[in-house]
């Protein structure tokens, strides 16, 4: 195909370009041979054009040009290309791609041609090659012009793109956004997401020297990364990065041409399609640059440093890499029974203690275990499971000595600690037991009934103890470590002294005490401590055995309290409701009474009696509120009372009626200045009993 123009066409051309615009001659050859030689580009990508239509249009829209300010209606180019039965679809897409590719149609004719609902531009109205260059000749000339701005412009976007590391932060990640060498990505163990910039651009499967180094160094070359599964770079592709890179010649070249023009005349038209020409340029660099970033380089389970690709969508890159299962990151915690020597990591390596610092980085080192997005959570898994009893913790203090968790959180300074350890229980002695643990309840297996005696429980520290735990629908053996019976002792002195255990032997009773030396025998019983003691339960109605007439002392207290429960009470807790029974005034020491508080010792001269004026009787507790019960409470006058019994009849018919029954309490007080004479009390007594036996002052 000829890229040349015909003597016919050449001699049009020199005619036309005889004829001044602006001043000068056009060259209208040179015109022509640039835009047939677009037409001709344009008509190899539509088969079915055989006839060289476009070109015919480029011809006859310069036709249609002369003089100066003619144009060509779209009508007149359909007509004129008619003739060769061309495809219309095809023909107007290669017209609409003429449009959009010209350099000299002219713009204000362009612009007519809105673009639809559909996202199609139609054809424009009207064609007109003019002899000015048009914006897209001038943005194809600012082009090269910018070239040496195109590396800074796209670093700087690549920067301020967020959805290249949203989420990272937030999930656990470290995030290192294009770091210049790898020792501005900590070699600590932590999970660092780290997006690399242009020079480390890699093609899957082929991962670039420099997004190796990231991996394989930290400081110098000498110096490998030992965390290196803990990392996971993201890198442009070669394609998309020259995409990128185009993206942002385009919308510099834009710029360009706007600063050409300004200071310049311009009619709204251009100016209109010149602010379009760069918005649009500058939206598509986000989506270019997303685009770009689609290549994961990091460690594969084999331990090798791989490249692979990632569709990239509308979701944060972070969050689309990690779906990947490729890239083998865990974001949920791992459980207690996972780090186990019989669990599925391998961690334990047939040892029975293992540092903690080792099996926490054991999933930053390891290429064949799972990238955890959280180092923490694994260091909390690790307690939770010394929390759990399926481990022990074990601390060695500078001095040799040992320090043990079970059962318990360790200390920050113990989890601090790079010495601490985990052990497995069938291989550990505790060297310090809780004694919170010792209380009902808290150990498996441990209280079968409601007391246990010192050597049950030097028995389940035996060592080799195995105790059936329910565990989700199933049974699961637990071994108890072992502790040796010093320290067994040491604990149960220590529930008991703190009030979590009743420890009983032959007579004594202890709690909330220390327990005296040679007391912790074999078949010493611990209980839990005994309910406290209402006040009401040590009045000489309720415990008669303890009173002599209206006297009575703390021993003797003590002594009839701990026959009607069967066993001997502690003194803390007889001690206990004395004070409380004080307290409200229901009983008072005589003068003859030894001094209170006191220990044991000096129970017998505490001295006790019903006080002489009565105080005022407590209030009664507010009943409870229970389904289908009210209840009503009232200080009455004599004529309330009287009112009340008129009205007895009809308030039990009324509850009889309902199906419900009615019960009344009476409460009669009676007080005075002085001591009560025992003649009224008498004759009120029996004024009482005319209506009940029950009732009677005492």
């Known amino acids: 195909m000829r890229s040349d123009l015909s003597e016919a066409a050449r001699e049009l051309a020199d005619v036309a370009g005889t004829e001044e615009y602006e001043g000068r001659k056009q060259e209208w050859t040179a015109i022509l041979l640039g835009e047939l030689e677009k037409a001709r580009g344009i008509q190899r990508d539509f088969p079915s054009l055989q006839h060289r239509e476009v070109e015919q249009a480029v011809f006859g829209t310069f036709l249609h040009s002369q003089p100066i300010g003619q144009k060509a209606l779209t009508r007149d180019l359909l007509v004129l290309l008619g003739h060769t039965r061309p495809d219309k679809i095809e023909l107007e897409q290669a017209l609409r791609r003429w449009s959009e590719e010209s350099?000299?149609?002219?713009?204000?004719?362009?612009?007519?041609?809105?673009?639809?609902?559909?996202?199609?531009?139609?054809?424009?109205?009207?064609?007109?090659?003019?002899?000015?260059?048009?914006?897209?000749?001038?943005?194809?000339?600012?082009?090269?012009?910018?070239?040496?701005?195109?590396?800074?412009?796209?670093?700087?976007?690549?920067?301020?793109?967020?959805?290249?590391?949203?989420?990272?932060?937030?999930?656990?990640?470290?995030?290192?956004?294009?770091?210049?060498?790898?020792?501005?990505?900590?070699?600590?163990?932590?999970?660092?997401?780290?997006?690399?910039?242009?020079?480390?651009?890699?093609?899957?499967?082929?991962?670039?020297?420099?997004?190796?180094?990231?991996?394989?160094?930290?400081?110098?070359?000498?110096?490998?990364?030992?965390?290196?599964?803990?990392?996971?770079?993201?890198?442009?592709?070669?394609?998309?990065?020259?995409?990128?890179?185009?993206?942002?010649?385009?919308?510099?070249?834009?710029?360009?041409?706007?600063?050409?023009?300004?200071?310049?005349?311009?009619?709204?038209?251009?100016?209109?399609?010149?602010?379009?020409?760069?918005?649009?340029?500058r939206e598509k660099i986000p989506g270019a640059i997303r685009q770009a970033y689609s290549v994961v380089v990091t460690l594969s389970a084999k331990g090798e440093i791989e490249a692979f690709k990632i569709?990239?969508?509308?979701?944060?890159?972070?969050?689309?890499?990690?779906?990947?299962?490729?890239?083998?990151?865990?974001?949920?915690?791992v459980s207690a029974d996972a780090l186990l020597p019989d669990g599925p990591y391998d961690l334990w390596k047939g040892e029975t203690a293992r540092r903690v610092k080792d099996l926490v980085g054991a999933f930053a080192e390891r290429a064949d275990l799972p990238k955890m997005l959280n180092r923490q959570a694994i260091l909390d898994t690790l307690v939770a499971g010394c929390q759990a009893g399926t481990l022990v913790m074990r601390q060695t203090r500078p001095d040799r000595s040992v320090r043990t968790f079970w059962r318990e959180v360790p200390d920050d300074s113990a989890l601090k600690d790079p010495g601490l350890e985990a052990v497995l229980p069938e291989e550990s002695t505790l060297g310090d037991l809780n004694h919170s643990l010792l209380a009902p309840g808290k150990l498996p297996g441990l209280w079968q009934r409601d007391d246990v005696s010192v050597m049950d429980i030097v028995a389940y520290f035996a060592g080799g103890h195995v105790v059936k735990v329910e565990k989700e629908g199933y049974e699961e053996p637990v071994v108890i470590p072992r502790a040796e019976r010093g320290v067994v002792g040491a604990a149960i002195a220590s529930a008991v002294r703190a009030g979590e255990l009743w420890l009983t032997s032959g007579p004594a009773s202890i709690l909330t005490e220390e327990v005296p030396a040679g007391l912790l025998t074999d078949d010493a019983i611990l209980q839990a401590p005994p309910k406290p003691i209402s006040p009401l339960e040590l009045v000489p109605d309720t415990l008669p055995d303890a009173w002599s007439g209206d006297t009575t002392s703390a021993l003797a207290l003590s002594v009839a309290l701990s026959k009607k429960l069967g066993k001997n009470l502690p003194w803390p807790t007889v001690r206990d409701a004395i004070d409380g029974v004080l307290r409200a005034r229901l009983l008072e020491r005589s003068l003859d009474s030894g001094a209170w508080p006191c220990g044991w010792t000096g129970a017998q001269a505490v001295k006790l009696q019903v006080p002489r004026v009565a105080p005022p009787l407590p209030k009664p507790p507010e009943p409870k509120s229970q389904p289908g019960v009210r209840a009503a409470e009232a200080d009455l006058d004599t004529g309330e009372i009287q009112d009340l019994a008129d009205n007895i009849a009809t308030i039990k018919a009324a509850a009889t009626a309902a199906g419900c029954t009615i019960r009344f309490r009476v409460l009669v007080a009676l007080s005075g200045k002085d001591a009560l004479p025992e003649g009224a009390i008498e004759r009120i007594n029996r004024a009482l009993a005319d209506a009940s036996p029950k009732l009677q002052l005492r």
């Not at 969508?313 to 865990?330: C, G, H, N």
């Open 103 to 281: 350099w000299f149609l002219d713009d204000a004719d362009l612009s007519d041609a809105t673009t639809a609902p559909d996202g199609q531009r139609p054809l424009p109205k009207a064609w007109r090659l003019g002899s000015r260059p048009n914006l897209k000749q001038m943005h194809h000339d600012a082009r090269p012009r910018v070239e040496g701005f195109v590396e800074d412009k796209l670093v700087h976007d690549i920067l301020a793109l967020k959805s290249l590391t949203a989420g990272a932060n937030a999930a656990g990640a470290r995030v290192h956004n294009l770091p210049s060498r790898p020792s501005e990505v900590e070699d600590d163990g932590q999970f660092h997401f780290v997006i690399l910039g242009p020079s480390a651009a890699s093609d899957p499967g082929k991962p670039t020297a420099e997004a190796r180094r990231i991996l394989e160094e930290t400081t110098a070359s000498d110096r490998p990364r030992v965390s290196k599964n803990a990392v996971v770079c993201v890198v442009p592709s070669r394609d998309g990065l020259e995409a990128a890179r185009d993206a942002v010649r385009d919308y510099l070249g834009w710029e360009d041409v706007r600063d050409q023009l300004k200071g310049q005349p311009l009619d709204p038209v251009r100016e209109e399609m010149l602010a379009t020409f760069v918005d649009k340029a």
């Open 311 to 333: 569709t990239v969508e509308s979701e944060p890159l972070f969050t689309l890499v990690k779906k990947d299962k490729r890239a083998r990151i865990q974001d949920t915690a």
